[in-house]
Structure formats: structure tokens, C-alpha cells
């Protein structure tokens, strides 16, 4: 069946206006990798893919929450979302979690976060694997449009994987979101070649 007047999450609640200050207020002082843009900007277009390939307002809220636990303060701050935004929210935000660490300093070696993130990727519900795909898509779109826009490269140094790195598990994540039939992954696919080739400049 296409697409028609009954896809989608129809109108948003009170609840999404809740998460959007709840995700503010927790990435209040985050920026993004490239410059002074308020981390928030990450937020709401993870949160806005989602809602465009037809998913409930529960998932939309956990996209705008999805980095809440590994960046704001860890268990404690899962408590706080169940508590506001439901026992459901919850589970997709932790499923889409790298770190439940409150202290950055005790989170597992990088490397090793990406690998089990990915291996739980491929039983995850499909609600986080679509939040995955998104959140994924957005971070390699960003850097496209950055390296457009902008002749500084030098952000590059800061992503912890390096290019190799970084491909190594954008790919994987594909490869997973494609087994699975998750809508977003061709998406994800064509920009992730195209930043390959822009990375490469």
C-alpha cells in the first residue's frame, strides 16, 4: 500500500511540546561538532525524519530524547523520561543509547560502544532501529552540508573514530538497516557514499 491520508502520526499533542522543552533543557550548553549550532538543531530534525517516514508521536518524542541518557547524565536522567513521557518512550530512548554512564570519563572505549550498539541494532525494536537510521543520517548530512558551506575541515579531527573509523560503522549500520527492511537505510546509504567522497577532498 502507498502512501495516503492515514500515514503518518497525525497531529502532535501537548506531550511533543513537553519533550521538545525536556531536550532543550538537558542540551541547554551542547553544541554540534561544526561551530557554535545548538545542539538542539540535531534533535529536532532526527525527530522530524522520523515523523516523515510515518512514525507515532511516542517515536518522535524518543528521537528528540534519544541522546539524552548518554550525554545528559545517564540512568537517572532515563527515570526522568519515564516518569514524564511513559514507560514506552523510555525503552526505545535506552534502546538507542550507546552509554548509560553519568560520568563521560567511565564510558567504554569508543570502538567498543559502536560495536555492541550495532550488534543490538539487529534485534532492537524497530522504533529505535528507525530512530538509528535517522540520527545517523542527520549526523552524515550535517557534515555534508558543513564541508558546502564551510572552507574550515578541521571539525573532522574531532570525530573519535576518524574517517576510517567513522565509515567502518556508518556502513554496518546499513548494512543492518537494510537486512531489516528499515525504511530510512537507502536513505542513509546514498548520503553516506556521497560524504565518503566528500571526505576524501
Known amino acids: 500500500m502507498g502512501i495516503n491520508d492515514s500515514f503518518g502520526s497525525g497531529a502532535l499533542t501537548s506531550r511533543y511540546d513537553k519533550a521538545l522543552k525536556f531536550a532543550s533543557d538537558a542540551h541547554r550548553n551542547q553544541f554540534r561538532k561544526h561551530g557554535r549550532i545548538p545542539y538542539l538543531s540535531h534533535l529536532i530534525r532526527v525527530s522530524g525524519l522520523v515523523l516523515d517516514y510515518g512514525a507515532s508521536e511516542d517515536v518522535a518524542i524518543a528521537a528528540l530524547l534519544h541522546d539524552v541518557v548518554e550525554d545528559c547524565g545517564g540512568i537517572s536522567m532515563l527515570e526522568k523520561i519515564r516518569e514524564s513521557f511513559g514507560d514506552k518512550v523510555a525503552g526505545i530512548t535506552l534502546e538507542t543509547s550507546d552509554s548509560t554512564s553519568a560520568d563521560p570519563r567511565k564510558k567504554a572505549p569508543w570502538r567498543e560502544r ?21 540520527d545517523k543520517l542527520d549526523n552524515v ?18 570525530f573519535k573514530g576518524g574517517r576510517d573509523g567513522e565509515f567502518w560503522y556508518w556502513d554496518l549500520i546499513v548494512d543492518v538497516l537494510k537486512r531489516r527492511k ?18 576524501t577532498r
Open 114 to 134: 559502536k560495536e555492541k550498539y550495532v550488534g543490538e541494532l539487529e534485534n532492537s525494536s524497530e522504533e529505535a532501529a528507525l530512530i538509528s537510521g535517522c
Open 141 to 158: 548530512t550535517s557534515i555534508i552540508r558543513a564541508l558546502t558551506v564551510g572552507g574550515d575541515r578541521s571539525f573532522l579531527e574531532k
Open 182 to 199: 528499515i525504511p530510512v537505510a537507502e536513505e542513509l546509504a546514498l548520503n553516506v557514499n556521497l560524504l565518503r567522497v566528500m571526505w
